[in-house]
């Protein structure tokens, strides 16, 4: 009976983690790879792995910590695996196509596909600032890099997306 | 934040993932249904580094010294309301 | 005889530097405390906690903010049952770190009636502020506390009156304690 109990609980206390963190561990894996399916994929792999190992989070903040390490790390795997995208230097970084471009929506997509051809850790570090709005240091750890590298990504990333879009006539007045 | 920042924000806005999802996720879990035996490597292999020692380890070594940080300061900052009160009341 | 005069060098080198880093060795002192904080956090142990630190608490924002600036702290603290634990010659080991060109004292108080001294000393280097020194001292407690870099004193001292400490008020004729 407590047995039963038992995985009852655990299996309502991972809905609950399915519930609450399902966008952000879906929308780290689409905004990496630009793929809703694929995203959708991870997602749910990360989640699995979760379920797998549900003993051994410590806290509600251990557990969205674990769910965006673990969602980064699958997202670059599966990256490398499917070679959806080579690695450019950022300067190789392709312009978006077509004629200037209006505010939102256009903007925002264009914005997603500029940030999807950058290469892994940049984008990786572009994706963690402004979706789950992380500063450096958090992004260092996510990341397990040095806080330096993660602010200089973060600098070289802005500005090679303010010279893309400034090309295309799109910029601040 | 700038204009870009800004845009930026806005077009990483996280977003759902499709109606069905938490209810796949549930069954597969319960099934314990893992995919492709490829997938279930990979997937193991990350479950090997994040839950055997990288994450956990850190994640406590990280909790520990924010413990120790906030013990600091509030020591730092109380003896030095301490030290000003002891201003105050001499000007007093 | 050369190993001997170069440290000897150094050490004259550093104390006339006036290192930002205090030697608070006092080990001795913890083994005889009721009870005793000892906390040493360099730079890069400060920026691995700042990762930790929640940008979403207002508490723990401000402490992130606070440490902008800091690439140490080192907190001595030790409380003993009886008086007479720790000594003058204690303090003035600390004193002597403090007396070198780069440090100020900014405060100095010394409370005859409850036998209490506390000082602030400020490290300054080209019109910059690169350390803070507090000493406080009671018949039963001993706290030194080294701060590397800059640091918001506003903020620190706003800092001291949260996590459950509340913050000292005092109206005129009252005493603090």
């Known amino acids: 009976m407590m047995a039963v109990a038992g995985r009852e609980t655990a299996g309502l206390e991972f809905d609950a983690l399915v519930k609450e963190h399902r966008a952000m561990v879906f929308s780290l894996a689409y905004h990496f790879l630009h793929d809703r399916g694929v995203a959708e994929e991870v997602a749910q792999e990360v989640f699995l792995s979760l379920h797998r190992n549900l003993d051994r989070v410590e806290s509600a903040e251990h557990a969205r910590f674990w769910l965006r390490q673990a969602t980064v790390r699958r997202s670059i795997d599966e990256a490398r695996r499917r070679k959806r995208r080579p690695q450019l230097a950022l300067d190789q970084v392709a312009e978006p196509a077509a004629a200037p471009f209006g505010r939102d929506p256009m903007l925002g997509e264009a914005l997603r596909r500029l940030i999807a051809a950058l290469p892994e850790a940049p984008r990786m570090a572009m994706v963690l600032r402004y979706q789950e709005d992380l500063d450096p240091p958090e992004i260092a750890r996510v990341l397990d890099m040095p806080v330096a590298t993660v602010k200089s990504h973060l600098h070289r990333s802005l500005t090679l997306l303010r010279e893309k879009l400034a090309r295309r006539g799109v910029g601040e007045a | 934040m700038d204009w870009l920042e800004q845009e930026l924000k806005r077009a990483l806005e996280r977003k759902e993932p499709s109606p069905d999802f938490a209810a796949r996720v549930s069954a597969a879990a319960r099934r314990g249904r893992w995919g492709s035996p490829r997938r279930w490597m990979a997937v193991a292999a990350s479950v090997a580094v994040l839950a055997g020692g990288g994450v956990g380890y850190r994640w406590r070594e990280g909790v520990k010294a924010k413990q120790q940080v906030m013990l600091a300061v509030r020591i730092a900052g109380g003896k030095l309301n301490r030290v000003q009160a002891h201003v105050l009341e001499v000007t007093q | ?177």
């Open chain 3, 1 to 177: 005889m050369k190993t001997i005069v170069t440290l000897l060098l150094w050490g004259g080198l550093a104390a006339t530097l006036g290192a930002q880093q205090l030697q608070l060795n006092f080990e001795y002192l913890a083994a005889k405390a009721s009870a005793a904080v000892d906390v040493s956090l360099n730079g890069a142990t400060l920026q691995f906690a700042a990762g930790f630190l929640n940008g979403k608490d207002p508490q723990e924002a401000q402490v992130k903010k606070l440490l902008t600036g800091i690439t140490g702290i080192y907190v001595k603290s030790y409380e003993f049952k009886t008086d007479g634990v720790w000594t003058q010659a204690d303090l003035e080991r600390v004193r002597n770190q403090l007396r070198a060109p780069q440090w100020s004292r900014i405060i100095g108080v010394k409370s005859t009636e409850d036998g209490e001294t506390a000082e602030v000393y400020v490290r300054s280097e080209n019109q910059k502020m690169t350390g803070l020194a507090i000493l406080v001292a009671e018949p039963k407690e001993l706290t030194v506390v080294n701060i590397v870099g800059s640091v918001d004193l506003n903020s620190l001292s706003e800092l001291g009156g949260h996590f459950g400490v509340p913050k000292l008020e005092v109206t005129p004729g009252q005493k603090s304690k």
